[in-house]
Nanobody, 125 residues
Framework: VQLQASGGGLVQAGDSLRLSCAAS????????MAWFRQAPGKEREFVAA????????FYADSVKDRFMISRDNPKNTLYLQMNSLKPEDSAVYYC???????????????????WGQGTQVTVSS
């Protein structure tokens, strides 16, 4: 499956953004999907995930209650609604797809088989 992330940009602290990830070439509904982010000089970190079975969602503590992950299976699209953005949210955001559905490893980057190219989010103070 090919993934194309979009929607990033430059915003001010407190603003909102919605990222999208368009999937093609594979059965989107068969994948557990996630967003990760990577800031300069830092490791890639888990942001949020949504299971392929049941649609249960998971969030990193740093974004819980501010971000919401969702998916539209008929449109083959993953979303990340980001509210109350902070400067520390600045990073390149990546979407990823996992053919498996193991909850215990859902936040691990190595669990994911396919990655999008990333979209830059910059939050100014």
């Amino acid at each position: 499956v090919q993934l194309q992330a979009s929607g990033g940009g430059l915003v001010q602290a407190g603003d909102s953004l919605r990222l999208s990830c368009a999937a093609s070439g594979g059965p989107f509904r068969a994948y557990t999907m996630a967003w990760f982010r990577q800031a300069p000089g830092k490791e890639r970190e888990f942001v949020a995930a949504i299971r392929r079975i049941g649609g249960t969602t998971f969030y990193a503590d740093s974004v819980k209650d501010r971000f919401m992950i969702s998916r539209d299976n008929p449109k083959n699209t993953l979303y990340l609604q980001m509210n109350s953005l902070k400067p520390e949210d600045s990073a390149v955001y990546y979407c990823a797809a996992d053919r498996g559905d193991i909850v215990s490893t859902i936040s691990r980057a190595l669990s994911y088989d396919y990655w999008g190219q990333g979209t830059q989010v910059t939050v100014s103070s």
